[in-house]
C-alpha cells in the first residue's frame, strides 16, 4: 500500500488528532450492552507480500492465514468482480467466526466514479452476500481526487445502499474534511445511515487523518511506514481504542498495512498482545516465523 509513503517517516508528527467533537455523542447514543466485537487483520493472504509469515511448504494460504487471524480486509475485490462460485470458495475454506472486509470494485469507485452506481449495486451484493455470515463491514474507498463537488454522487451511492449491509466509506481529497461546510454534510449523512466513517492513518497524509466516527464502528486503515515508529503508533491507538470502548464503542475493526509488506503480521501481532491486554481480549495472537529461522513458527 503505497498511499501516503514517505521517505523519510522520522520527520512526521504522528500524533494522533484530537476526537472530533460528535464523536463521544455518537457513541454514547449507539451504545449497547452487545459484546465488544473486535477484529484485526491484513490487507492480503498472498504468500509473496506477507514476510515472515507462512511456514515452508505452506501450499492453502487462505486456510492458513484464517487460521492464524479472525479476519481479512479483503482489497483483491477491488480489482475485478470474483465470480459468486470465488466467494463460495473463500467461505468454506475458512473457519467460523472468521470474516471478510471487502473493498467495493474500482468500476463502482474509480471507473464509474459513483455514476449510475444503483446499475452496478446489486451485482456487486449478489456475489459478495455468498460471503454470508462471514461478511464483514463493505469499504468504499473513493480516488484521491474524487472532490466534494460531485456529492450528489455520493447521496445517490448512500440512498441506493441496502441498510442491511455493512458499509464504510473512505474519502481521500483534503476537501471532504477542510472544509466544515462538506464534512459536516458527510459525517450526518453517513450518521443518518448508520454508515462507518474509515480512518486512515499512514505518514503522507496527515490532512485527512481525522477522529470522527458516525456509528459504532471504529473501520480503521493503519498503514505501517517500515519503521520502528510503526510500534509508538500502535500503541498510541490502543490507547484511544481503550478510550472509546469506555465510551461505549462494540465494534473495532483494524487492518494492518505497509508501504513494503515486510512485517504486517509482526505488527499485526504486537498490536493484538497489547489490545488483548488493554481490553481483557482473548484474541488469538498470530504465529510469525523469525527473520533468523523461516522453518520453525514462534509467537512475536
Not at 468482480?81 to 463460495?88: A, S, V
Not at 461546510?181 to 450526518?188: F, K, P, T
Not at 445511515?193 to 471504529?218: C, F, K, P, Q, S
Not at 488483548?276 to 514462534?298: F, H, V, W
Request: one cysteine or more; a negative charge; hydrophobic letters at 35%.
Amino acid at each position: 500500500m503505497k498511499f501516503g509513503k514517505v521517505e523519510q517517516p522520522e520527520t512526521i508528527d504522528f500524533t494522533l488528532p484530537q476526537d472530533h467533537i460528535d464523536t463521544e455523542r455518537v457513541l454514547s447514543s449507539t451504545s449497547s450492552s452487545d459484546p465488544l466485537q473486535v477484529y484485526v487483520g491484513c490487507a492480503k493472504w498472498n504468500k509473496q507480500d506477507l514476510k515472515n509469515f507462512y511456514p515452508r511448504g505452506t501450499k492453502d494460504e487462505l486456510g492458513y492465514y484464517s487460521s492464524q487471524f479472525n479476519c481479512i480486509e479483503l482489497n483483491a475485490t477491488f480489482y475485478r468482480l470474483f465470480p459468486k462460485e470465488q466467494y463460495e470458495k473463500w467461505y468454506d475454506k475458512t473457519p467460523e467466526g472468521f470474516k471478510f472486509f471487502p473493498k467495493i470494485t474500482n468500476n463502482i469507485s474509480h471507473l464509474k466514479r459513483l455514476i449510475d452506481s444503483e446499475q452496478y449495486i446489486p451485482e456487486y451484493l449478489d456475489h459478495t452476500l455468498a460471503l454470508k455470515e462471514k461478511l464483514g463491514t463493505i469499504f468504499l474507498q473513493m480516488h484521491n481526487n474524487f472532490q466534494p463537488k460531485n456529492f450528489d454522487r455520493v447521496d445517490n451511492f448512500i440512498n441506493n445502499w441496502p441498510s442491511h449491509v455493512p458499509i464504510a466509506l473512505e474519502f481521500r481529497h483534503t476537501d471532504w474534511f477542510n472544509d466544515p461546510q462538506v464534512s459536516d454534510r458527510l459525517y450526518h449523512a453517513l450518521e443518518e445511515n448508520n454508515m462507518a466513517n474509515v480512518l486512515v492513518d499512514t505518514a503522507g497524509r496527515r490532512d485527512i487523518m481525522h477522529m470522527r466516527l458516525t456509528n459504532n464502528e471504529a473501520f480503521i486503515r493503519f498503514v505501517g511506514a517500515n519503521h520502528e515508529s510503526d510500534y509508538t503508533r500502535l500503541d498510541d491507538w490502543i490507547v484511544r481504542l481503550q478510550k472509546w470502548t469506555s465510551q461505549g464503542l462494540k465494534n473495532i475493526h483494524f487492518f494492518i498495512h505497509q508501504n513494503v509488506e515486510v512485517e504486517s503480521p509482526l505488527l499485526s501481532a504486537y498490536f493484538i498482545k497489547k489490545l488483548n491486554s488493554a481490553l481483557s481480549l482473548d484474541i488469538k495472537i498470530p504465529e510469525t516465523l523469525s527473520q533468523n529461522n523461516t522453518n520453525t513458527p514462534t509467537l512475536f
